[in-house]
């Protein structure tokens, strides 16, 4: 895996795809700074080897040239966080942007305007690619959080960098994190699955039967299993179509000698609110007008004597509906034992979706080996898809 450790850039431009798709506010503030601070490694080793900066991203979903998607408004951030004054121009190909790169020097960085303005970003236009790839010596893919997108400046301009390309530093961690689980991992690997539906986590399952030792499944997507083996499961969501498949999946990680843990009580709630009535219940016997919001306090201790064992932890989604107060325990006290088989030693990796945003909003970020930074993108590699912006590097 080349990274850009491979690389002195002394001298070098190095054309860097960055994520900086960040969240703004009405007011073009930028609410969340997680993916600037993230590609700082990135660009610190490029400006100390001597070198210069040219950071390319999108930033939302834009139709044409659209000025509330301009990177402009990210500019005195990136210069904050960075500490080094970014300059930035407002176009992302032609000649006013070969100028400016042109002109820069070592330990200069300039950002370019959004990517998506133009549509052959997305469409992984050729010539659009060749027209960026004028504007760096080096190419680095950082972008993890679009890594799982064919785009010309993800995939299509790494073709124009034979033996200039490499891996940033974050999304080099990226894929180490997902290949200490799922490659070198330390047995026993536990995954727990969480969040509302087994639809949206069916290939994860599959591909994931074959490399762990304990799976656990809770959240939403555990009525559906829980259903299909004749339990009462009240109002709790479900997935009827989805039993024999549940089923299925049962029956295959017998087969394979994978352990499956389902929780064996719940936080039943007579609505979906914060001020509902609760009361504790046997997951196979939820009382009619009555839904499962949260792991009950059996399965919680089942679930972190299970992590406590682990030596590789995968986690993707909540064990309840975290955003309430109510129904966050389970998710918070799971947090809790991975952070501790954490300190134990244990490798353990948080991808994919709302379980990020969790261990975020728990305060586990770092008590966790990782937390990934692209949802689609971690949700794709647990799926053991290969994505084109590492294959684009990798070739
Ligand atoms: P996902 O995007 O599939 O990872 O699902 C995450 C969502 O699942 C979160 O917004 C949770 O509130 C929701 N969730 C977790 N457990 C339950 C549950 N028992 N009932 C309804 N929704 C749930």
């Known amino acids: 895996m080349t990274t850009i450790n491979d690389f002195d850039f002394k001298d070098k431009k190095a054309l860097i795809r960055v994520d900086f798709n960040v969240p703004l506010d009405e007011h073009f503030k930028v609410t969340d700074t997680t993916r600037i601070v993230s590609a700082k490694p990135t660009i610190f080793k490029i400006l100390e080897d001597g070198g210069s900066c040219v950071l390319m991203s999108h930033l939302g979903r834009p139709k044409g040239i659209s000025p509330e998607f301009s990177l402009e408004h990210i500019v005195d951030v990136v210069t904050e966080i960075i500490g080094v004054s970014v300059k930035f121009v407002n176009d992302c190909v032609g000649s006013s ?94 995954a727990i699955l969480g969040g509302s539906k087994v639809s949206s986590k069916i290939t994860v399952i599959e591909n994931i039967l074959d490399k762990v030792d304990h799976l656990i499944i809770g959240g939403g997507m555990s009525f559906t299993f ?16 989805k039993q024999e498949l549940a089923l299925e999946i049962l029956k295959k990680a017998e087969e394979k000698g994978v352990k499956v843990h389902l929780p064996v009580d719940v936080v039943a709630a007579d609505a979906f609110s914060n001020e509902a009535n609760t009361q504790f219940v046997d997951i196979y016997h939820i009382p009619d007008g009555w839904q499962g919001l949260d792991a009950g306090p059996k399965s919680n201790i089942g679930f972190s004597f299970i992590i406590a064992q682990s030596k590789t932890i995968l986690w993707n989604g909540p064990l309840g509906v975290f955003e309430m107060k109510k129904f966050a325990k389970g998710t918070i006290e799971l947090g809790n034992a991975i952070a501790d088989a954490t300190a134990e030693g244990a490798f353990s990796l948080v991808g994919g979706g709302d379980s990020v945003a969790a261990v975020k909003q728990f305060g586990f970020a770092d008590k966790v080996s990782y937390v990934s930074t692209g949802g689609g993108a971690m949700l794709e590699m647990l799926e053991g898809k290969s994505l084109p912006g590492i294959e684009a590097i990798l070739t």
């Open 97 to 190: 942007v070969e100028e400016a790169v042109n002109s820069l020097e070592a330990g200069e960085i300039v950002l370019l305007e959004n990517l998506r303005f133009y549509d052959e970003e997305k469409g992984g236009d050729h010539e659009f690619a060749k027209q960026l790839s004028k504007l760096g010596d080096i190419y680095v893919n950082d972008a993890f959080g679009t890594a799982h997108r064919a785009h010309a400046s993800t995939t299509i301009v790494a073709q124009f960098f034979e033996g200039k390309k490499c891996f940033g530093n974050l999304l080099a961690k990226e894929i180490e994190s997902i290949n200490k689980v799922f490659k070198d991992s330390e047995k026993p690997v536990t």
């Open 226 to 241: 829980i259903k299909a083996q004749g339990g009462s499961i009240g109002d709790s969501i479900c997935e009827d179509d």
